[in-house]
């Protein structure tokens, strides 16, 4: 059985999925972009603000769904310039101080409202 994962601490769909699924112990975390939930508005500065946005937005859906980063299993990070790598990579690995979870970065030709970065998670419950 399925249970849909919502929360306002982080940005509503703009789209038909849900923020999250959670599905036989596990959770699904639709790709997050810098959108702050309060504006509803992408965060402004560069690539660095907007990761930390996406981490924010991540860390509100996992702790909803009473999960924390330590549960990440998959991640995927999706860039539009790999030269942004760098500054994505230390965002990201701030929440991973140990055991981090398989993952795949990539760029791709353009994000969702034209933002630097987007992520999605896969957790696990032990």
Known sequence: MKKVISTTNAPAAIGPYSQAIEA????FISGQVPIDPATGKVVEGDVTAQAEQV???LDAILTTAGYDFSHVV???CLLSDMANFAAMNAV?????KENPPA????AVK???L???VEIDMIAVKP
């Not at 036989?24 to 959770?27: A, P, S, T, V």
């Not at 993952?103 to 990539?106: H, K, L």
């Open 92 to 96: 990201y690995g701030s929440r991973f």
């Open 55 to 57: 981490m924010k937005n």
């Open 24 to 27: 036989n112990g596990m959770l």
């Open 74 to 76: 998959k991640s995927t």
């Open 110 to 112: 353009t994000l969702p």
């Open 114 to 116: 034209n933002v630097m």
């Open 103 to 106: 993952r795949v970065a990539y």
